[in-house]
C-alpha cells in the first residue's frame, strides 16, 4: 500500500509559478513510474507528466511542454511538478499517481491549481 499526498496548490496569476509536491509513505527509489495527472473543472482527467527510474525518462502532455518540469526526490520520497508560465486553461486538480506495473495502483486527493488570467 503506498500512501500519497500532494501540497503546493493555490491561486497564482497567468505567467506565475508553483511547486507541487507529492510525498509517498514508502521509498520511491524503487517505483516504476510516478505521474501527475489533472481534471479540469467539468472535465475527464488528463495525463501531465511522467518520471520513470527517477529521471531515466520522462513524458511530458504536449500543452505543458517546456512549462513544466517533473523530478523526483528518493531521499525525501516526493515527487515535484515545476510549473512555471502558468495560464488559465491549466486550472485543474493536480493528483499523483504511482505504478509498479501496467496499471496506475495508487492515487493522492490531489491540490487544486487555479490560474486567474
Known amino acids: 500500500q503506498v500512501h500519497l499526498v500532494e501540497s503546493g496548490g493555490g491561486l497564482v496569476q497567468a505567467g506565475g509559478s508553483l511547486r507541487l509536491s507529492c510525498a509517498a509513505s514508502?521509498?520511491?527509489?524503487?517505483?516504476?513510474?510516478m505521474a501527475w495527472f489533472r481534471q479540469p473543472p467539468g472535465k475527464e482527467r488528463e495525463f501531465v507528466a511522467a518520471?520513470?527510474?527517477?529521471?531515466?525518462?520522462?513524458n511530458y502532455a504536449d500543452s505543458v511542454k517546456g512549462r513544466f518540469t517533473i523530478s523526483r526526490d528518493n531521499a525525501k520520497n516526493t515527487l515535484y511538478l515545476q510549473m512555471n508560465s502558468l495560464k488559465p486553461e491549466d486550472t485543474a486538480l493536480y493528483s499523483c499517481?504511482?505504478?509498479?506495473?501496467?496499471?496506475?495502483?495508487?492515487w493522492g486527493q490531489g491540490t487544486q491549481v487555479t490560474v486567474s488570467s
Open positions: 518520471d520513470r527510474w527517477s529521471g531515466q525518462s520522462t
Open positions: 514508502v521509498g520511491t527509489l524503487n517505483i516504476y513510474e
Open positions: 499517481a504511482t505504478r509498479y506495473g501496467s496499471n496506475w495502483d495508487y
